[in-house]
């Protein structure tokens, strides 16, 4: 059972380069997330997905950008990072049927911006 | 807003202690409840969830209970094991913006020694 899938895992990047993380997820869950965590500050909402072509902000979308082009999967982009984009990065899913539905996350993807 | 609320840790037991972590929370509406738990270098999974008012939600030995009254939901262990070491977050789910969101507290590290 793949669950929620993240690549790639570990990344260091310098300032301006640019990349992306790939979140799939083999659930046919309708919405998807994006978070970041950080010590001290738990996980903050970067952008969310409600549906194939939809994309919303979250609580810290500056210097992301996301597509769900399809259903199964969600890409976030970092156009030109900055070491404050270090940090740990989580995707996640759910589906949208009744309210209080269990979110699946996937394992993490550890970025460095050096 | 929404917004959960929880004690600070890191909080360190000995084996077979008992454990409280507090959370409050503030939600417009009746949000549900979720307790997940984060194990070194993995994802969040839940651990337990509580739909509405007076629920209690239970697995592997913890529980919480959804108090309306108090706006609570308190994480209990009646005697923790050293494999209970990881980071716990309250979270709750909340419509906002014509979706439902999760909303996570800060999370609370927890060490068992033995």
């Known amino acids: 059972n793949a669950g929620v899938t993240q690549t790639p895992k570990f990344r260091v990047l310098k300032t301006g380069q640019s990349m992306t993380l790939l979140c799939a997820q083999d659930m046919n869950h309708e919405y998807m997330y994006w978070y970041r965590q950080d010590p001290g500050m738990g996980l903050r909402l970067i952008h969310y997905?409600?549906?194939?072509?939809?994309?919303a902000k979250g609580e810290v979308p500056d210097g992301y950008n996301v597509s769900r082009l399809k259903k199964q999967n969600f890409l976030l982009g970092l156009e030109s990072a900055a070491p404050s984009q270090t940090s740990v990065y989580f995707c996640?899913?759910?589906?949208?049927?009744?309210?209080?539905?269990?979110?699946?996350f996937g394992e993490g993807s550890w970025l460095t911006v050096v | 807003g929404n917004s959960v609320t929880q004690m600070e840790g890191p909080v360190t037991l000995s084996e077979e202690a008992f454990l409280t972590i507090n959370c409050t929370y503030t939600a417009t509406g009746y949000p549900s409840l979720f307790w997940y738990v984060q194990y070194p270098g993995e994802g969040l999974q839940l651990l337990l969830k509580?739909?509405?008012a007076d629920d209690k939600g239970s697995n592997k030995g913890f529980e919480a209970t959804y108090r309306k009254e108090t706006t609570s939901f308190h994480l209990e262990k009646g005697s923790v094991q050293v494999s209970d070491s990881a980071v716990y977050f309250c979270a709750l789910s909340a419509w906002g913006g014509g979706s439902e969101k999760l909303v996570f507290g800060k999370g609370t590290k927890l060490t068992v020694n033995p």
């Open positions: 509580a739909t509405k």
């Open positions: 996640a899913s759910r589906p949208r049927d009744t309210s209080g539905n269990t979110i699946y």
């Open positions: 997905s409600v549906g194939e072509g939809t994309t």
